[in-house]
Each structure stands twice: as structure tokens, then as C-alpha cells.
């Protein structure tokens, strides 16, 4: 039995053939693609489906009715991999013959991540685009016959954003413009970035990882403030910024900490691998776009220059005697040294 054949006798409904099992006549998934790696998650069928189980494929399912395919490959993400996103969907390539469609589109993901896999498929694994795992589902090789080149533009892109080296953290949020338009799922797109080298980038989890730490229960204004604390000690110098924050007993989510850049990478896997570990992951999100501006120069002070902080209603230090204070945001009063006259 041919291939095509296979395809059609599995899908396609077929009264004269009541032995078989049917899908109805279209059907959607997607592959992954990590905006920090370049590389390509794909999945690995189990032994309980009854279809070309133990290949490598996507992950994706039957169109139910009134879905349409975009709806089909959102619920199927949730439900075979268990994460709701941040993610951005693009068309790829529509497998086509008689009256079954499969539309294949390609997802593009921040972070790698660890799929909680249903029981369809009982592996999954992150792969360098040409790097296939074997034996590949025949749709998964279709897809790469008919739009490899369209996957392989999108992880070169990945791969020379990552290796140029640039000045910020969130360029990996942006997907190459695809006719038509990707669709944005269920977040709003983050302003265009660049990649950073891996340095600034665990320098940058750790900024994150402080204002997430110290003051997420302010909302976004709040931690802004406490970055503009950093930001002040540091004298503008985000490439100290880490130091500033990791200065003993200065930042609370520090102390007892052994290894904390390990600390800030670990919080970021989880803030980003939709697992049941993550906690106010908003408040991570928006902890890390004010990084982000911090990083760019573009970062408004709103402290008036403050480079101490403290909440009056827990303590007041005997320093604030000898400080300006500045403004109060929040819960927080925020103070900077008394400007000392200067000498005629």
C-alpha cells in the first residue's frame, strides 16, 4: 500500500471500509521552534495510537467541528504538551490529496522547553534542523520536502541572532515576518530586541531574578523603582548591575543563596517551561522587559536618583537619618545621599 494511500485510509472516512479506524477529512499540528537555541522539538508517537506509532512527527490532531485549524493546533499544544504559551503560530505548508487537508504550522517558542506529554506520543526531543531523529513520520517528511526551507530560514535567523552577540535580552520574541502574518497567542508581542551573549544574559537573570524577588508584590511601577536603584549604583553601568545586586546583605533574595547566577537561570527555566513550579510568571515577564530597557539605555528613573530603599512599615534604618528621601512608590520609601555643598 502506497504511502499517500496509508494517509487517506487512516484520515479519511470511508463507510465501505467500517474495519478501519477514521479521523475525518482535516486534521492540524505543529513543530516547535526555540527562539533561544534555533532548534526544532518534535515528537515521538506512542504505541497506543494506531497510526505509524514509534515515528517522529508533530504534535497535532483532528479538527473538531466549528474549530479552525489555528484552534485545533492551540488546544492540541495544550493538550499533548501542556504548556498555553507565550508562542507565536505561522503557516507552514497545507499536505493535500482529495478531500483531507493537514495544515502543518510552525511554532515559535521563547525557551526550549519540557512537553508533559499525553499518551499520544512518549517522547519528544530538541534537534538542529537536518539533525532527524529516525524513522520520521512520513507526514513530518512531507513537511520538510515542502517547507524545509521556510523552517530552515527561521533557525539560521535564531542561530546568527545568537551568535552576533547583541546588547539585549528579548530579540528571540520576534519571528521572521511569514505571508500571511503569524497570529500572536494570548500575549502581547514584546518590543524588538537583540540576542545578548551569555554573559549579559546570566547578568540579566540575576537583575530579573532580584526585582522579581524584592518587589513583584508591587506590581510593575514598584519594581521599576527597585531597578532604578540598581541602576543608580551601578551609575548607569548595566555591565555592574549584577555586582549591585549580588553585594552582600543589599537584596533579601540573596541571602542563604550559594550559587545565585545557577539560582537565576533555574528561575528562569521554570518561569518559561509552563510547568506547574511557575508562579506569578507575569510579574517575571514584566520584570524582564524593564531589564530589557535597562540594557538598551531607555529605562526612566521615576526614584529622582534614589539608591536606597525600605519599607517603613517593617523597618526604618538608622542611615534614613542621614539620606534624602526621594519619592514614596508603593510600600516602598526610596532615599539617595544629602548632596553636600559644594567648595568655593
Known amino acids: 500500500m502506497s504511502i499517500v494511500l496509508d494517509y487517506k485510509s487512516f ?40 497510526f505509524e506509532p514509534q515515528t517522529w512527527g508533530t504534535f497535532g490532531g483532528k479538527i473538531d467541528i466549528e474549530e479552525t485549524p489555528v ?12 504548556i498555553s504559551g507565550p508562542y ?40 538542529e534542523y537536518g539533525e532527524w531523529p529516525t524513522p520520521l ?21 535564531f542561530h546568527k541572532k545568537t551568535d552576533l552577540h547583541k546588547n539585549s535580552i528579548a ?34 537573570y540575576v537583575v530579573i531574578a532580584t526585582l522579581w524577588g524584592e518587589a513583584r508584590g508591587e506590581g510593575e511601577v514598584g519594581m521599576q523603582a527597585v531597578l532604578n536603584v540598581i541602576m543608580n549604583r551601578a551609575k548607569g553601568d548595566f555591565n555592574k548591575s549584577k555586582d549591585v545586586c549580588l553585594k552582600p546583605k543589599q537584596f533579601s533574595i540573596w541571602n542563604g543563596i550559594k550559587n545565585p547566577e545557577t539560582y537565576a537561570i533555574n528561575l528562569a527555566k521554570i518561569q518559561r517551561s509552563g510547568s506547574k513550579e511557575v508562579k506569578d510568571g507575569a ?44 519619592k514614596s512608590i508603593g510600600n516602598h520609601d526610596f532615599y539617595k545621599p544629602i548632596k553636600q555643598p559644594s567648595k568655593q
Open 71 to 82: 484552534q485545533t493546533v492551540e488546544r492540541e499544544i495544550e493538550e499533548e504538551t501542556g
Open 283 to 326: 510579574s517575571y515577564k514584566k520584570a524582564m522587559e524593564l531589564v530589557d530597557k535597562a540594557m538598551k539605555g531607555q529605562l526612566n528613573d521615576i526614584t529622582d536618583g534614589a539608591t536606597f530603599y525600605f519599607n517603613p512599615k517593617i523597618v526604618t534604618p538608622k542611615w534614613a537619618k542621614q539620606m534624602t528621601k526621594t
Open 11 to 50: 484520515f479519511c472516512e470511508d463507510e465501505d471500509n467500517p474495519q478501519r479506524e477514521y479521523w475525518g477529512h482535516e486534521a492540524a499540528g505543529c513543530i516547535f521552534v526555540a527562539r533561544d537555541t534555533g532548534r526544532i522539538l518534535l515528537a515521538h508517537r506512542s504505541n497506543d495510537v494506531d
Open 88 to 127: 507565536k503560530i505561522s503557516p507552514l505548508y497545507v499536505y493535500k490529496d482529495g478531500s483531507f487537508k493537514y495544515h502543518n504550522y510552525l511554532v515559535v517558542i521563547p525557551f526550549e522547553f519540557t512537553p508533559q506529554l499525553n499518551w499520544e506520543n512518549d517522547d519528544s526531543k530538541w534537534v
Open 137 to 157: 513520520h512520513f507526514g513530518m517528511e512531507a513537511l520538510i520536502q515542502h517547507a524545509g526551507d521556510k523552517i530552515k530560514r527561521v533557525t539560521d535567523l
Open 171 to 204: 530579540e528571540s520574541m520576534d519571528v521572521p515576518p511569514q505571508s500571511p502574518p503569524p497570529i500572536v497567542h494570548q500575549i502581547q508581542q514584546p518590543a524588538k530586541t537583540n540576542v545578548v551573549d551569555s554573559k549579559k544574559l546570566t547578568s540579566a
